[in-house]
Nanobody, 125 residues
Framework: VQLQAFGGGWVQAGGSLTISCAKV?????????MAWFRQAPGKEREVVAH????????YYADSVKGRFTISKDNTKNTMYLHMNNLKPDDSAVYYC??????????????????WGQGTLVTVSS
């Protein structure tokens, strides 16, 4: 499974940005629960949001709850992260990932077996 994350860029604090993750594979997107992680310089990679296989259930880190929305279009094999009211602390490389391990580990990096290459989001104050 190949994942391609794109759509990152520069935005001012308070602005919005949507990043996407295309799944380049014969296997449909609906086969995997998926997530967005992010990693800022000098920090650990952390989960931002997770979405279920069907797209009906989602989870958000406290730091982005109410500002970010994860969604998935299984017909297009694409996942999205809509980010509103962005803050400088949101600056990071954002990675999409497909969960291949235990669903109980959905917030843990180790549960994800497929990763995109990352897309950089920079929020200026």
């Amino acid at each position: 499974v190949q994942l391609q994350a794109f759509g990152g860029g520069w935005v001012q604090a308070g602005g919005s940005l949507t990043i996407s993750c295309a799944k380049v594979t014969r296997r449909p997107c609906s086969n995997f629960p998926m997530a967005w992680f992010r990693q800022a310089p000098g920090k650990e990679r952390e989960v931002v949001a997770h979405i279920s296989r069907s797209g009906g259930t989602s989870y958000y880190a406290d730091s982005v709850k109410g500002r970010f929305t994860i969604s998935k279009d299984n017909t297009k094999n694409t996942m999205y992260l809509h980010m509103n009211n962005l803050k400088p602390d949101d600056s990071a490389v954002y990675y999409c990932a497909a969960l291949t391990g235990s669903l109980t580990d959905y917030a843990r990096r180790r549960a994800y077996g497929f990763w995109g290459q990352g897309t950089l989001v920079t929020v200026s104050s």
